[in-house]
């Protein structure tokens, strides 16, 4: 089983970013996908999920309307398009596979699968 995280870097405030997570086949047509991210001294927070069927996306309230998650059938990956970055998006940013019930997609204890984090900063 593998994730593989891409597309973190360094930016300044209202920049954009996209980041990618390709999980294998098996993951990718099965599970639920999320984003989620950790900033220095804090826990690991829910971002964005989508639905295994790309039907439902679920975001937090303080990206709503900035990001967007989505899911590619032809190459097998997931993307989290990050618009008007704030410093406050500033945290290493992992994708997670998730084939629990549909009111725990933002819970992290209930992700099977995890790939490495992608670091984003965001200057001010």
């Known amino acids: 089983v593998q994730l593989q995280a891409f597309g973190g870097g360094l930016v300044q405030a209202g920049d954009s970013l996209r980041l990618s997570c390709a999980p294998s086949?098996?993951?990718?047509?099965?599970?639920?996908m999320g984003w989620f991210r950790q900033a220095p001294g804090k826990e690991r927070e829910f971002v964005a999920a989508?639905?295994?069927?790309?039907?439902?996306?679920y975001y937090t309230d303080s990206v709503k309307g900035r990001f967007t998650i989505s899911r590619d059938k032809r190459n097998y990956t997931v993307y989290l398009q990050m618009n008007s970055l704030k410093p406050e998006d500033t945290a290493v940013y992992y994708c997670?596979?998730?084939?629990?019930?549909?009111?725990?997609?933002?819970?992290?204890?209930?992700?099977?699968?995890w790939g490495q984090g992608t670091q984003v900063t965001v200057s001010s």
């Open positions: 997670a596979a998730h084939r629990g019930i549909l009111s725990t997609v933002r819970l992290t204890s209930s992700y099977d699968f």
């Open positions: 086949g098996r993951l990718f047509g099965n599970y639920d």
């Open positions: 989508i639905r295994w069927s790309g039907d439902f996306t």
